[in-house]
């Protein structure tokens, strides 16, 4: 791993968890931003965040409800985005189970990113419940950052 990672954990929907973040992201200018709320989406060029912009509905990827202003961070800061949650419904299960899941696809996708890339800024944005002390996701991830310099946990 030669990659330098930011990991914020975000109050989604509070928009002065989200303004700190913005900025920091902008002082950091990361090559790529891996985000909790892009859920599956990806976005490898100018283009295509472009391309989702212009398409901006509650019906589509880019849902100005959720995650408008992170396209428009990606396009302003030319980063890559890259979704790593999953966009299914998980009603059916508990809260519990439901972020289990959701948590081992997420660090899956961390470790996805770093093995393809190297030398790069990444910053990880995800809700804060996820960072939780003794949370599954908190937990795998110091393991497998541990001993690393080039990562830092911001919330």
Do not use: W
Not at 73 to 89: E, N, R, S, V
Not at 142 to 153: A, E, L, P, T, W
């Amino acid at each position: 791993m030669k990659n330098n990672f930011f990991i914020f954990g975000e109050q989604h929907f509070n928009q002065k968890s989200k303004q700190y973040i913005h900025h920091s992201i902008t002082q950091i200018k990361p090559h790529i931003i891996a985000h909790e709320l892009l859920y599956e989406d990806i976005c490898m060029t100018k283009q295509d965040i472009i391309n989702r912009l212009s398409q901006s509905d509650i019906n589509k990827t880019c849902d100005p409800r959720l995650n408008l202003d992170v396209y428009q961070l990606g396009l302003q800061i030319d980063a890559k985005l890259i979704g790593i949650d999953l966009d299914k419904d998980f009603t059916h299960l508990s809260l519990e189970e439901a972020f289990l899941i959701r948590e081992q696809h997420m660090l899956k996708k961390i470790k996805e990113i770093d093995s393809f890339q190297e030398n790069k800024k990444i910053v990880v944005v995800i809700g804060e419940d996820h960072l939780r002390k003794n949370s599954f996701f908190s937990s795998i991830l110091m393991d497998y950052f541990i001993g690393q310099k080039n990562f830092r946990i911001l919330t």
